[in-house]
């Protein structure tokens, strides 16, 4: 069983951290958070820094490097470190509460 303060936990706490901060983060032509959109796919860490995965709602989404740097602002606050925001060419799909 780990125990606070080993790196296992500090991840999982620091992506709690993340996660909680972008629910703040709201998409500009929708006014639903990025969590709640489900276009946050993967919060991960190195020992150097946190790396957010993501899609966008659009692939030529005009406010995606907006975004971007808006979930890369938020992120490092939390976080307490730098963070790395990869945009995946993936399809976006809402979420069944918004079909």
């Known amino acids: 069983m ?4 080993t790196p ?3 991840e999982a706490e620091k992506q709690a951290k ?5 629910q703040a983060v709201l998409d500009p032509e929708i006014g639903i ?3 709640d959109l489900d276009l946050i796919r993967e919060v991960s860490f190195t020992p150097e820094e946190a ?3 993501m899609v966008l709602t659009t692939p030529f989404c005009p406010y995606g490097p907006m975004l971007t740097n808006q979930i890369q ?3 490092e606050q939390a976080a307490e470190m730098p963070v790395k925001v ?4 993936d399809k976006w799909e809402a979420p069944p509460w918004l079909r």
């Open 33 to 35: 958070s990025v969590i």
């Open 51 to 53: 790396e957010v995965k």
């Open 8 to 10: 296992i936990v500090a």
């Open 18 to 22: 993340i996660l909680n901060a972008l």
């Open 73 to 75: 602002t938020v992120s």
């Open 2 to 5: 780990a125990e606070s303060g």
């Open 86 to 89: 990869t945009v995946l060419p």
